[in-house]
């Protein structure tokens, strides 16, 4: 498969990925697990970012922060400038990253998390929206809990023109 075929490929799926975390934040959820809805498109964004660096960049964090912020019906660009400086450092970071062994790439999403939480938080506190703890704390527990399982995932889905290995 040629490289242009590779890009090709990695784009539709991304784009039927994405939608499909869309649906994901919309979708109803029972009750006491509404709060622990992960961050699908975050983890998405990540996964995009540390493995296919060249083909996804800050455009397509903006592009599915507003469709996050649109979803949610949250007060426009909140998601979409946590994602960009979510996905700003992961493009620092992700030579590093590719190589850490997964539970300590667990842990260091974790932190992600934590810092796009943070935003959330302080934008929502600036603009005088209360919500509770638990709205926040939520996403960082169910979305640390499932990397893991959505990187092996996703690393089955996408074809990389390069391997790990060779980096």
Request: charged content about 10%.
């Given at each position: 498969?040629?490289?242009?075929?590779?890009?090709?490929?990695?784009?539709?799926?991304?784009?039927?990925?994405?939608?499909?975390?869309?649906?994901?934040?919309?979708?109803?959820?029972?009750?006491?697990?509404?709060?622990?809805?992960?961050?699908?498109?975050?983890?998405?964004?990540?996964?995009?970012?540390?493995?296919?660096?060249?083909?996804?960049?800050?455009?397509?964090?903006?592009?599915?922060?507003?469709?996050?912020?649109?979803?949610?019906?949250?007060?426009?660009?909140?998601?979409?400038?946590?994602?960009?400086?979510?996905?700003?450092?992961?493009?620092?970071?992700?030579?590093?990253?590719?190589?850490?062994?997964?539970?300590?790439?667990?842990?260091?999403?974790?932190?992600?998390?934590?810092?796009?939480?943070?935003i959330l938080f302080w934008i929502?506190?600036?603009?005088?929206?209360?919500?509770?703890?638990?709205?926040?704390?939520?996403?960082?527990?169910?979305?640390?809990?499932?990397?893991?399982?959505?990187?092996?995932?996703?690393?089955?889905?996408?074809?990389?023109?390069?391997?790990?290995?060779?980096?």
């Amino acid at each position: 498969m040629s490289t242009e075929n590779h890009k090709n490929s990695n784009k539709i799926i991304t784009l039927i990925l994405g939608l499909i975390s869309i649906v994901l934040i919309i979708a109803p959820m029972p009750e006491f697990l509404e709060n622990f809805k992960p961050d699908w498109t975050l983890l998405l964004l990540i996964f995009l970012t540390i493995n296919i660096p060249k083909e996804f960049n800050m455009g397509t964090a903006f592009t599915m922060g507003i469709l996050v912020d649109v979803s949610k019906g949250a007060l426009l660009g909140q998601h979409a400038f946590a994602s960009l400086l979510i996905v700003f450092l992961t493009s620092k970071l992700y030579l590093q990253l590719r190589n850490y062994p997964l539970l300590q790439l667990t842990a260091i999403i974790c932190i992600m998390l934590i810092i796009y939480q943070f935003i959330l938080f302080w934008i929502n506190g600036v603009s005088g929206i209360s919500s509770p703890i638990y709205s926040y704390v939520g996403p960082i527990i169910s979305g640390t809990i499932l990397w893991p399982v959505i990187s092996k995932i996703l690393g089955i889905l996408f074809s990389y023109s390069t391997t790990k290995e060779t980096i």
